[in-house]
């Protein structure tokens, strides 16, 4: 069989898929690049990686012999590192979301149109064991016809924002990065299972102003909740917060069919929150087992992935995309337009929550 030869560049988030690549049987993590030696120092003791397979330089890495890259610096990095891994002929996992402005977006999607390697975004929460359920649910057809679905990601990471000893210290790229932008974790997993037929069309949103931590914007803006309209007449709505004091952070879906819904629950966890499904039939709601299918967690490389087994299983979506050419759900075009909604958003909120038009692809 054989092994696929694995580049991570940014080795924070990057070490989470460095370690899920590096034990799979079907690929080995050959160079890693990163800005801080040290960081690289620690990643590739822990990786049994050579001082020979690490790099500063990302051009001197890409010029190894990888076939894929895994891009997981911070966010306004990706459009330069996947446009020219594309280029130089390599497979491309991007982390979320696919670039910052739109215009980035854009240079990638053409990127990837024209290169003979595939791109994914590596939107992980899609891969969530009770996502996957809920999917098996809705392609039955237990809740009929999908009308809304909304989706609440708030998660306090000031201490990502700015250095929250001094407050008007140091700050860091996130700093930049409007709530509304990080919405991938939101649009991924409800698209998904809303299905890659309908798409987002037009946007309003609100939150534009930031009592929490006055004196930075746009990260620190206090809530940004966003209204998506679709091609097929679905309304979504998402809810976003970096700085509300809520801990622990909390991700939630909810799913409105013409015959039933599903829900998750409002506990911590990955993929054993307590979701539930509602039919029009039934007085009481059904809870769904995530337990009972809970994945085999014995292998060791299952152990090592992140946020539950869903970067486990997004790794494997990648490699199954490189090597059997089975497309997943986040290919380029859908990354473009998982990504593109959360940056026009933001432009809603900012010029007085006005509806704005989706480009397409
Ligand atoms: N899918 C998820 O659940 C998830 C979770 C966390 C982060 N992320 C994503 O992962 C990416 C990285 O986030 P993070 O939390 O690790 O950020 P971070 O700031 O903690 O770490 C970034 C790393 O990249 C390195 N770096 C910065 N610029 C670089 C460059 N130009 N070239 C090479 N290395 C560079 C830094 O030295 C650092 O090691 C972001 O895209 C973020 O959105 C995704």
């Known amino acids: ?38 960081n690289l120092a620690g990643a590739a003791e822990e990786l049994g990686l050579a001082d020979s397979a690490c790099f500063t330089s990302f051009e001197d890495f890409l010029n190894t012999e990888i076939d894929a890259v895994v891009v ?33 977006c854009y240079n990638i999607l053409k990127a990837a149109q024209n290169a003979k390697t ?38 306090d990471i000031r201490d990502r924002l700015y250095d929250t000893g001094t407050r008007k210290g140091e700050t860091y790229w996130r700093t930049y990065r409007p709530p509304i932008h990080y919405c991938t974790h939101c649009l991924g997993p409800l698209m998904y299972l809303i299905g890659k037929d309908d798409c987002i069309v037009r946007t309003t949103a609100w939150g534009n102003q930031n009592t929490i931590v006055p004196d930075l914007w746009p990260s620190t803006i206090d809530m940004q909740v966003a209204l998506f309209e679709t091609k097929e ?35 911590p966890g990955y993929d ?68 593109m909604p959360g940056i026009i958003a933001h432009e809603a909120a900012v010029e007085g929550h006005i509806w704005k038009d989706i480009p397409q692809l």
């Not at 694995?6 to 080995?28: D, L, M, Q």
């Not at 060791?300 to 059997?324: M, N, P, R, W």
């Open 1 to 38: 069989m054989k092994k696929w030869k694995i580049g991570v560049v940014g080795i924070r988030r990057g070490g989470a898929y460095a370690k899920v690549f590096h034990n799979n049987e079907r690929s080995e993590i050959t160079a890693i690049c990163d800005l801080s030696e040290q």
């Open 72 to 104: 997981a610096t911070p966010i306004p990095f990706h459009e330069e590192q996947a446009v020219k891994a594309l280029n130089a002929g390599k497979h491309v996992l991007s982390e979320v979301t696919m670039a910052n402005t739109a215009e980035g």
């Open 118 to 155: 595939r791109y994914m975004l590596a939107e992980n929460y899609i891969y969530l064991d009770f996502i996957g359920q809920w999917k098996k649910y809705i392609d039955a057809g237990k809740i009929g016809r999908i009308h809304y679905a909304e989706a609440e990601y708030v998660h």
């Open 233 to 267: 007449g679905r309304i979504l709505k998402i809810l976003r917060s970096q700085v509300t004091p809520r801990s622990p952070h909390i991700v939630t879906y909810n799913v409105l069919g013409t015959e039933g819904c599903l829900e998750s629950g409002r506990e």
């Open 272 to 339: 054993t929150v307590g979701a539930r499904f509602f039919a029009s039939s039934d007085k009481a709601s059904v809870p769904i087992n995530c337990n009972g299918t809970k994945l085999d967690t014995s292998l060791a490389v299952k152990k090592a992935s992140g946020h539950g087994t869903s970067d486990y299983y997004g790794a494997q979506a990648f490699l199954d995309y490189i090597e059997f050419d089975k497309a997943p759900f986040t290919t380029a075009e859908q990354a473009f337009r998982l990504t």
